[in-house]
């Protein structure tokens, strides 16, 4: 009973201080995973140059924070895709005016194993091999090597850009192999021979090969890196968006000033992102 | 005098209400996995909230839910594959319907959007639609497609496992179930000689120092998380899997099961061995005195004194295989095909639970799919426990 009391004091005693910073908080941004370390960086560094200002920073997927945009329990949506003709509509219902933001974009890279001769694809061939049409390097112009196909898990939110933007929303072959973090794909496609899988450019390193894209069936082929998806012109580039309603603007405009000033998109890049300007 | 006996009745009392409360939660877990796991036979795999339709012209009233994800997939590409007429599939989607009309045709507030598109449809006779039932159209000139409820059949039968496609998710849940049963088989066949041997090993031949250095070291392997057996896997064991037969991947069946096997020694160890050291000192002696050798005593006495001891060993070992979850996820690849060879990669249940419960919308099919597989996981187990006990009961 003693046991159960203290241990009940020690709860309490640990919950004090998160009930105290939670009264603080004046600004709340939900929503996407991608986005989730680059606003808690923001929200970091806001802090310690406005002291007094909280923010709070909670992820849990980009329909999670519209949805509760819509149910006015956050004041920023952070979203890794555009709001869906549904989610709009039902603001509208709603009756709110939803104001859209691009503060930094993502870009994905198709790595395979350093030892693949390949080093550029065209969209259409990057389409076939994920969903298993093609199965072997010599078809696309490589060494007889079987193609052993990356991904990310199915819930992930790269999983969907990946499926939306370079397979034109085409199921993935079921033979793929399915990670549950981009640190695991790296480590596979570094020791597989004939891998392929594609990673946010922050994690590109020496161990994986990056592959050039073409998304003009083979006219141009672009190297995925921070230039070129600020440039706009590497493809596979996807914009992060905050969302915000009418009501909370005059709350959020600071923070947002210095997301978008130059200070905040220093703290882009040095996250592996990519800046706007 | 009095007061003691009031002491009693009050421990006997704790001790029946917390093993009541205990059975109950645990009949109430069981309830709520098949409550919500069954429901799943209760929904059609389209998302809940939107519509399919077809052409006013077109002859097909139902498909099932694979002919729906090949025509989303480009796989089927002409209605006469499904019964139809020879014409090109025509796919819609109401994001498509903003690249057609502007968005003032659309209206301020949207409010023209089921009028176009019940144009859109009425126009196109190849078109199949997908749109929020919402806007369905109030005299719309084409006729709703009907997709065929998920069947148990099809649920276990089913070979293709892609529960986020859109229009038509797919729950078959074959390769995982193989996926899951391959690994374990192929764990409890590495875990069992293994631990076996080395429980004897200690408790009857190993010095009293040896034993002494080597059960904490055994125990320890207990201690370590799951995830650090995965890691450990993915970096060191997958590359040698990979060179050893060389394999075009490393990801495979044969490494989850490994590093399964690893896990469950301690538990089989230990347990064992405690097994066979219970065996009363006097019947070894009886034995020994009857001239039979040490190794004698222990394959004809010991051991079959132990063997209940053993088979709960054998049990509690399987019962951590079967449901691990973080190394496997780690280590066997995760693809959702049927297994031919243990050198290829699989997708077990646990991991699929694991991999994608956080994020499947609460109630959603996707959710209930998942129940049910927490349901055929726990059928498993139930067998296999019961198998054991059978066998226990026999030996007897």
């Known amino acids: ?277 | 005098m009095k007061l003691r006996k009031l002491g009693e009745k009050f421990a006997e009392g704790i001790l029946f209400t917390s093993s009541t409360v205990t059975t109950l939660t645990v009949l109430f877990i069981v309830y709520f996995l098949f409550k919500s796991g069954i429901g799943l036979f209760n929904v059609r795999p389209v998302e809940e909230g939107y519509t399919l339709a077809l052409n006013g012209t077109n002859p097909i009233q139902e498909l099932s839910s694979k002919q729906l994800k090949d025509i989303f997939n480009g796989d089927i590409t002409n209605w006469k594959d499904v019964g139809g007429k020879d014409l090109d599939i025509q796919l819609f989607t109401l994001d498509e319907l903003s690249t057609v009309y502007t968005e003032e045709q659309l209206g301020a507030n949207f409010e023209n959007i089921p009028f176009y598109v019940n144009d859109y449809v009425s126009k196109n006779p190849n078109i199949i639609a997908f749109f929020d039932s919402r806007y369905f159209p109030k005299n719309f000139s084409g006729h709703k497609l009907n997709i065929s409820k998920i069947s148990v059949k099809e649920f276990l039968t089913g070979k293709e496992w892609y529960p986020t496609a859109t229009p038509a998710a797919q729950f078959g849940v074959l390769p995982l179930i193989m996926g899951t049963l391959w690994v374990t088989f192929l764990a409890i066949l590495f875990a069992i000689p293994i631990g076996l041997v080395t429980a004897i090993y200690m408790a009857e031949i190993a010095s009293e120092r040896v034993r002494r250095l080597m059960k904490p070291v055994i125990e320890l392997l207990a201690g370590i998380p799951s995830v650090v057996y995965g890691f450990f896997g993915l970096v060191v064991l997958v590359p040698m899997i990979q060179q050893v037969f060389n394999l075009p991947v490393g990801e495979t069946a044969l490494a989850g099961s490994i590093i399964l096997g690893i896990m469950a020694l301690p538990t089989i160890i230990t347990v064992s061995e405690d097994a066979i050291r219970s065996a009363p000192v006097a019947m070894k002696e009886a034995s020994l005195a009857l001239g039979a050798s040490h190794w004698q005593s222990v394959k004809y006495v010991v051991l079959p004194y132990a063997r209940s001891g053993i088979m709960a060993a054998i049990i509690l070992g399987i019962g951590r295989a079967i449901g691990e979850t973080m190394a496997v996820l780690m280590v066997t690849g995760n693809a959702a095909v049927m297994p031919h060879s243990i050198l290829e990669p699989v997708r077990t249940i646990p991991a699929t639970i694991a991999a994608e419960l956080g994020e499947a919308p609460f109630g959603g099919t996707h959710f209930k799919a998942l129940f049910a597989l927490g349901i055929i996981l726990f059928i498993i187990t139930f067998i296999f426990n019961s198998l054991v006990e059978m066998i226990k009961t026999k030996n007897k």
């Open chain 1, 1 to 277: 009973m003693k046991k159960t009391l203290v241990a009940l004091g020690l709860v309490v005693c640990m919950m004090m201080p998160a009930l105290s910073s939670a009264q603080k908080v004046v600004c709340k941004i939900k929503g996407s995973d991608t986005c989730l370390p680059l606003s808690q960086k923001f929200a970091e560094v806001y802090g310690k140059k406005f002291p007094g200002s909280g923010i709070s920073v909670v992820g849990g997927g980009s329909g999670v924070g519209l949805a509760a945009l819509l149910s006015n329990t956050t004041d920023i949506a952070q979203s890794s895709r555009k709001m869906k003709m549904d989610e709009k509509l039902k603001m509208q219902e709603a009756g709110k005016k939803v104001k859209e933001v691009i503060i930094a974009y993502d870009a994905l890279a198709v790595v395979v194993n350093p030892d693949n001769k390949i080093s550029q694809l065209t969209r259409e061939q990057l389409e076939s091999i994920f969903t298993g049409k093609v199965t072997n390097w010599k078809q696309v112009g490589g060494q007889d090597l079987k193609i052993i196909v990356y991904s990310r898990e199915t819930s992930s939110g790269t999983y969907e850009f990946f499926k939306e933007h370079v397979m034109n929303k085409k199921n993935f072959v079921s033979s793929a192999l399915l990670m549950a973090a981009t640190g695991a794909v790296v480590q596979s496609v570094s020791q597989t021979k004939g891998a392929i899988g594609y990673v946010g450019i922050a994690y590109l390193e020496k161990d994986i090969k990056a592959l050039k894209v073409s998304y003009d069936k083979g006219k141009t082929f672009v190297t995925p890196n921070v230039e070129n998806a600020m440039s706009r012109k590497y493809p596979i580039t996807r914009p992060l968006y905050y969302y915000m309603t009418g009501a909370a603007t005059a709350k959020v405009t600071p923070l947002l000033n210095f997301i978008l000033s130059s200070e905040g998109q220093k703290i882009v890049l040095a996250e592996g992102y990519v800046p706007l300007s």
